[in-house]
């Protein structure tokens, strides 16, 4: 069974942030796990299935529309749910583990929503504000500053989880 890993981000992005997640995305493929993102042909989603799309890997993109008129043409397995914003919880129920770059409201729930059933959330570049201090206490919430260290807590994460 192959692991999925969850790149949520913003559908805007800098420069900096999209690059990161297009590293990001291509160093999941390059482990072999699938790639899981909000779908969209903007942003962290389009950069980060970009990446992993180039490098080979699997792309599945949970779209809160119910067609496919939005969906990044890379990803692989486009999934119209016609949730609206309800496909966060999609998102990080079927990600092992979520990863977050820059973004809005949509992110910040993702992250919550990821945290609430004890998922491990490492976020890439993203201060996501105190509110959040007890969850980075206990070792849930972790931060990186770069798509390499990401990788390695996301490979930390999954270890201890005996995966």
């Known amino acids: 069974m192959r692991t999925v890993i969850g790149v949520m981000g913003g559908a805007e992005a ?37 990446g992993a799309h180039e490098a080979g890997g699997l792309v599945v993109g949970v779209l809160g529309e119910d067609d496919l ?8 397995i486009p999934l119209p749910t016609g949730l609206g914003d309800g496909r966060n919880f999609v998102n990080v129920t079927a990600s092992r583990v979520v ?13 919550a929503l990821a945290l609430k059933q004890g998922k491990t959330v490492v976020t890439l570049l993203f201060e996501v504000g105190p509110a959040f201090d007890a969850y980075a206490s206990s070792g849930q919430l972790l931060r990186a500053d770069s798509p390499e260290a990401a990788v390695a ?6 270890r201890d989880a005996g995966a």
Do not use: F, Q
Request: hydrophobic share 50%; aromatic share 4%.
């Open 14 to 50: 800098t420069p900096k942030v999209t690059e990161a997640a297009r590293r990001m995305g291509a160093l999941i493929a390059g482990h072999g796990w699938v790639l899981l993102n909000g779908g969209r042909a903007a942003g962290v989603m389009e950069a980060s299935a970009r």
């Open 69 to 76: 008129a939005h969906a990044s043409r890379y990803v692989d």
């Open 99 to 111: 990863i977050a770059l820059p973004g809005g409201a949509g992110t910040l729930s993702e992250v």
């Open 153 to 158: 807590l996301v490979e930390r994460a999954l």
